[in-house]
């Protein structure tokens, strides 16, 4: 009996997705084939036109991928990996998943750290989850010391897992509320980054992989952003950078708070849909 074709496969996923109103069936099947087969997305592709045969056990595995993938679940949770930048971070329940835009707004962390004239600058990630934002301004900027802090357990699983597969060396790893947290490096770092919950409780977010699989969110939208905003004009040096990743309506009141908490040259940045998706200022 011949072994089950990859072409009809590859289809009958894309068909399950679409139906369960998956954004983008076609690339979510071939990642999740890709995961299954150890291959890449252009070798699914370049298998299936010729009709590659797949193992029966492979099959199931795939089917049942899938299968979850249509309920909504996200695909990094089903491969439990999280491609961001250079990383491939490894990522499930009880953390949120990185996504695209943050690989723009932790650019202008980065380029504001490697600006630094220092031969070791000092950058906090507040709110560091899966350590996204920390370990790509540690591998980027090698002469950087970076320190991430995080104080949910289930996300600090994930924080840990990702500092340790990277590096321990790269970054320090704190578990503490990022509203009292690193007592003893005020006044001399020289950038905060941090992308926190911002989306209201009460709020549903669009996406049902947000809404069903994402951790809780902050109390109104911004009451982390207030603690957050304290805290790095607590910590950062005078002359130092903050950046905040936020949701596109909510450009303005940050803008506020973070005037307010004694920071100029606030600016809001788009991301590469228009939306206004950060907001740098110095201390």
Same mark, same amino acid.
Do not use: M, W
């Given at each position: 009996m011949s072994k089950p074709d990859l072409a009809a496969l590859r289809e009958h996923a894309i068909t399950v997705l679409a139906e369960a109103g998956v954004p983008s069936?076609?690339?979510d099947a071939d990642l999740l084939i890709g995961h299954v087969l150890g291959m890449?997305?252009?070798?699914?592709?370049?298998?299936a036109l010729i009709g590659a045969p797949v193992d029966a056990e492979q099959v199931m595995t795939i089917t049942e991928y899938?299968? @979850? @993938?249509?309920?909504?679940?996200?695909?990094q949770h089903i491969t439990g990996i999280a491609p961001f930048r250079t990383l491939e971070l490894a990522v499930g329940p009880g953390v949120f998943v990185p996504r695209p835009e943050t690989e723009l707004v932790v650019q202008f962390a980065i380029?504001?750290?490697?600006?630094? $004239?220092?031969?070791? $600058?000092?950058?906090?990630?507040?709110g560091s989850g899966s350590g996204a934002i920390a370990l790509a301004m540690a591998v980027e900027v090698p002469h950087a010391q970076v320190v991430a802090v995080e104080n949910s357990a289930p996300a600090f699983v994930w924080t840990t897992?990702?500092?340790?597969?990277y590096g321990d060396d790269r970054v320090r790893l704190v578990f503490a509320d990022l509203a009292d947290a690193l007592p003893d490096l005020d006044g001399t770092v020289d950038v905060v980054a941090s992308n926190p919950p911002y989306i209201p409780m009460g709020a549903v977010p669009r996406d049902p992989e947000v809404r069903l699989f994402d951790p809780e969110y902050a109390a109104d939208g911004l009451d982390a952003v207030r603690a957050l905003v304290a805290t790095a004009h607590r910590l950062l040096r005078p002359g130092g950078?903050?950046?905040?990743? =936020?949701?596109?309506?909510?450009?303005? $009141?940050?803008?506020?708070?973070v005037r307010?908490?004694?920071f100029t040259a606030v600016?809001? =940045?788009?991301?590469?849909?228009?939306?206004?998706?950060?907001?740098?200022? =110095?201390?």
């Open positions: 069936p076609e690339a890449s997305r252009g070798q699914v592709q370049a298998k899938v299968e @979850r @993938r249509a309920t909504r679940e996200p695909v380029d504001a750290l490697a600006a630094v $004239p220092s031969p070791s $600058p000092l950058a906090v990630d507040l897992r990702n500092v340790r597969r950078t903050l950046v905040i990743e =936020h949701g596109e309506l909510q450009a303005a $009141p940050i803008a506020a708070i307010a908490g004694g600016a809001s =940045h788009r991301d590469l849909l228009g939306r206004d998706r950060a907001t740098t200022a =110095h201390r």
